[in-house]
């Protein structure tokens, strides 16, 4: 008997969803370079919504968003939550557009590093001792600015099942500020509601190994759950990570990490 995660879209149907999906990055780079010039900061957020939800539509991605996204008006904010794929950036940015802190080989991405690159991502060079330090200065002061960051304090992706202890040091800029922290819990799932390994990015997986994995599902569902935000205010940093890291824990059933000492890096997507 087949289950219903055993069913798969046929060759024909995953060619063209992967030729739109070309396509629809190859719209973004247009749009990046003749449109946003032309456009105010409130007309770019619109683009970015309106183009992380198609692509999440080509993909065959639903999300699926509980609990109250952030409206804006709580800035300075820093959004923090677990990371399982690529698609997560997608996803929070279909809702909230913000900018984001990666590593620096997402830059070396073809087509999604360039959009990463010109739609305000800060690239973490971990091989540079000092250079963390430097890109949590630099969101400080766009966070002062009125820009909202999202960040994957877990450092590297999972396949949705557990939560990794948090690097607090990427929540220093959140303290500077004195900024709200807004935890999100992220989860992909079958019809049947087990997780969807397809569409996590843990491991050895490329983006090309990745793309063709999610093709292969009919049907993603997405789970992004914005939870009670944290006020920063008279916390360290260490304590933020674990208040952040049990809520999200929380909502996604899981056991909190035990909170480490380790030095921050940036997130696999």
Not at 68 to 95: C, E, K, Q, R, Y
Not at 189 to 200: F, I, K, Q, V, Y
Request: glycine share 4%; net charge positive; hydrophobic share 45%.
């Amino acid at each position: 008997m087949v289950t219903l995660h055993d069913e798969s879209p046929n060759t024909l149907v995953r060619c063209k969803r992967f030729a739109q999906a070309l396509l629809h990055l190859v719209r973004g780079m247009a749009t990046t370079l003749i449109v946003y010039p032309f456009c105010n900061q409130a007309q770019r957020a619109a683009h970015v919504r309106e183009w992380c939800a198609q692509l999440l539509h080509i993909l065959s991605v639903r999300m699926h968003v509980k609990g109250t996204p952030p409206d804006g008006s709580a800035v300075p904010m820093m959004i923090v939550a677990n990371h399982v794929s690529w698609l997560d950036i997608l996803a929070i940015n279909a809702v909230r557009t913000v900018r984001f802190v990666g590593k620096a080989e997402i830059r070396r991405w073809p087509a999604l590093g360039w959009l990463c690159a010109n739609n305000g991502t800060l690239f973490i060079e971990r091989e540079r001792r000092h250079h963390p330090a430097r890109i949590n200065a630099l969101v400080v002061s766009a966070m002062r600015n009125g820009d909202i960051f999202a960040v994957f304090p877990e450092g590297r992706t999972t396949s949705g099942d557990r939560l990794l202890p948090f690097h607090a040091s990427l929540l220093e800029p959140a303290i500077d500020c004195q900024a709200t922290l807004w935890p999100v819990a992220l989860r992909y799932t079958r019809a049947d509601g087990s997780l969807c390994s397809e569409a996590d990015y843990e491991g050895e997986k490329s983006l090309v190994d990745s793309l063709r994995l999610i093709l292969t599902q009919r049907v993603i569902n997405m789970d992004l759950q914005f939870l009670a935000p944290i006020d920063c205010a008279h916390r360290n940093r260490r304590e933020l990570a674990q208040m952040a890291s049990a809520a999200i824990a929380s909502a996604l059933a899981v056991l909190a990490p035990r909170q480490s000492s380790g030095k921050a890096s940036g997130p696999k997507a």
